[in-house]
């Protein structure tokens, strides 16, 4: 699994869009804002810097709700954090379909 990761980390990174990768504060979650609109904006953010097909069809985002356990504190933060799907066997096929596409792809460019 750990190869299988490594292989989509490295093909996301030859793949992304991005060129220029922007600097990318982290989200303050104020608590006014709805989950919904706090993933989008996470999401979005995320999306400046890593932009490639990968992304598009093998990511998705993980909510972590951290609230503390002292009454008094009464301290909550959301975070939107990004993950890889690799554990389903179309992700597998998927990777397949993509290495054949990149080496086509650096069969034909000109250096």
Sequence with gaps: MELFSYLLDNLHEDLNRV?????VEDIEDDGGTSDSELA???WDKYKLRNNS???D???GQFK????CPKAECGYEQRKF??????????????????????????DTCQY
């Design 19 to 23: 060129l220029k990768k922007p600097y």
């Design 40 to 42: 989008e904006l996470a």
């Design 53 to 55: 097909i990968i992304v």
């Design 57 to 59: 069809l093998l990511m």
């Design 64 to 67: 972590s709700h951290l609230t």
């Design 81 to 106: 954090d990004p993950y890889v799907e690799t554990l389903y066997r179309r992700s597998v096929m998927l990777l397949i379909h993509l290495f054949y596409i990149y080496s086509h792809y650096l």
